[in-house]
DNA sequence: GTGAAAGCGCTAACAA
DNA sequence: TTGTTAGCGCTTTCAC
């Protein structure tokens, strides 16, 4: 009959406010909208909504976000892509559950969804391989990095999986960006024997490997073939279009909110770290056969919006 | 004192919460997340934080969202690119203050801040200009779009101030896309006579752009000059660099914000549209002297995360 | 000036 | 089962 509660005072009363925490790094870092998107998804399922704050790497902003949070009754907390911290005292005071999506850097810790990097990278690999490719170098993100470590690792255990032994220079560590692609592609191709194929750690430096190549005169996927990561949005509108494995930044934010649903209700959850894998996207820069790339999804809203407006869909 | 007071009993006596409710038409469009980013730097000026909900676009879910808003009595709200609402009549009777921010279709709406396309065009073709180039085509956006619309008036405008003629052929309307920007490009090459210069509508084609200039075994900026618009973070990653006009999500977002603040305190502001205009980022795809070059800005929080973890600035 | 008390809208506990 | 009431933590009002 048209009654609306009203939730400040069922929050007061029951101290539930169905509301969570959602502490980012930084709005603005590239898996951090699909992560939120994806927390949010399912938090919609059990009616709760999220408030974010950026702590902008700050020790000192996300600790007083904590707080901020703890004044506003949040239920949980999810921290985002948050760089460092150790829950603070005042958050375990507080006893309210909370979950660490795709920490990047820093010992692993408890209650934490992660990407599964190694198994990614076997996907990514085992691609290669079904083209005939043995010959496979790999350009390597910053052992800073959690994942540019696992990827290395799976790249390893898949070459001597298939009994391959990794060549001298056939692996090189670079820094996730364009440039340094495009660097270690010109290094890697004076190299002999001269891979036949290349796993590139990330889509930023697989562009720069395909510039790199081109400017040698040599042809993507015809005389080297590409596999990358990340599954950025440009990498399907790079040409040729780059077959990548994606980071499940959606699927971890879906995750990740409901493990703390968990929490939330009481029971008790694993404490190691979740890993999600991500998905090989086939597109052209390995050579597969046609008939075997990935169909694409538009992006989320583009039809609708076409339905709505009668404009095409956007690649975003 | 170590106090710390309960806003949620605040609240409920003084009928403000501190929050406003964000409504997006999806957190993954991609200036979604920097307009919330700037609504969200605001309110943290002023004690605020931010609830976000998806509509997808979906009228049903809008309302149900402004709704749900409600509920949690939020002192105001903010609709950012929302395709089509008019306010419901359940949010005018609640009498809360809201903005619109980067509407995309429709008639302009009172309250609302957008893009002042035109203007920025005019930053484009006056660089343009500038260059010594006279013969300037323009690949428009879909006509269905309000940005579309702004940005062929400014290059119309712009070349009857320079009194130049705008030759047959020159004007051609595609759809945001990268093989949008390729098809009508190549018909432009095909002109007589041939455009020296190619105003772009947005990033994404200008991509598109770029490629079928190369295969057409031109150069980029020696035989034709690319300016485009959006500011897209892969526009400096595109060789050559692209020159571009920003689409100032960011401010955009802080102005919304900003203006709410104000309804929020009482003070009567003006009901016409807020026109923000972007900047002009001079890059390579014009053949501008490099000593002219915008300096680029290191991305939101690389250099932090750079300090914090020796790992160098990434760009997103 | 200081201090006590009422009441915001709800739910949980208790009484009938 | 149904109905009544106390009280969550704050601010505002009103009495002193």
Redesign the pocket.
């Known amino acids: 009959m048209e ?4 939730w ?3 929050g ?3 101290e539930r406010t169905n509301t969570i925490g959602i502490i980012a790094d930084d709005l603005l870092s590239p898996f951090t909208p699909p992560i939120i998107r994806g927390i949010q998804d399912f938090l919609r399922t059990i009616d709760y909504l999220g408030l974010i704050i950026n702590s902008d790497w700050d020790p000192d902003l996300e600790r007083e976000a904590i707080s901020t949070l703890l004044g506003r009754s949040v239920d949980g907390m999810i921290f985002v892509e948050s760089g460092h911290l150790a829950p603070t005292e005042e958050l375990e005071k507080a006893g309210k559950p909370y979950m660490f999506v795709h920490r990047l850097f820093g010992a692993p810790i408890q209650y934490s969804v992660v990407p599964d990097d190694y198994a990614g990278t076997q996907l990514a690999m085992e691609h290669l391989f079904s083209l005939g490719h043995r010959c496979i170098a790999h350009i390597a993100g910053p052992s800073g990095w959690h994942s540019a470590r696992r990827r290395v690792d799976g790249y390893v255990d898949s070459m001597h999986q298939h009994g391959i032994a990794i060549e001298a220079g056939w692996m090189l560590e670079s820094d996730w960006r364009y440039e340094g692609g495009f660097a270690a592609t010109q290094q890697l191709l004076a190299t002999d024997p001269c891979p036949t194929a290349i796993y590139v750690a990330n889509d930023h430096m697989a562009w720069g490997t395909v510039e790199a190549i081109r400017a040698a005169g040599l042809r993507v996927p015809d005389d080297v073939a590409i596999v990358s990561y990340d599954n950025r949005s440009f990498s399907r509108v790079l040409r040729p279009k780059l077959t990548t494995v994606s980071l499940p930044a959606y699927e971890m934010g879906k995750k990740a909110a409901e493990q703390l649903s968990l929490k939330l209700q009481g029971e008790t959850v694993a404490t190691d770290e979740v890993k999600i894998c991500g998905t090989l996207y086939i597109r052209e820069s390995c050579g597969a056969d046609p008939s075997l790339r990935t169909v694409e999804q538009p992006d989320v809203g583009t039809t609708v919006r076409h339905q709505l407006t009668g404009v095409p869909p956007v690649s975003n």
């Open positions: 009654y609306k509660p009203n400040l005072a069922r007061m009363r029951t």
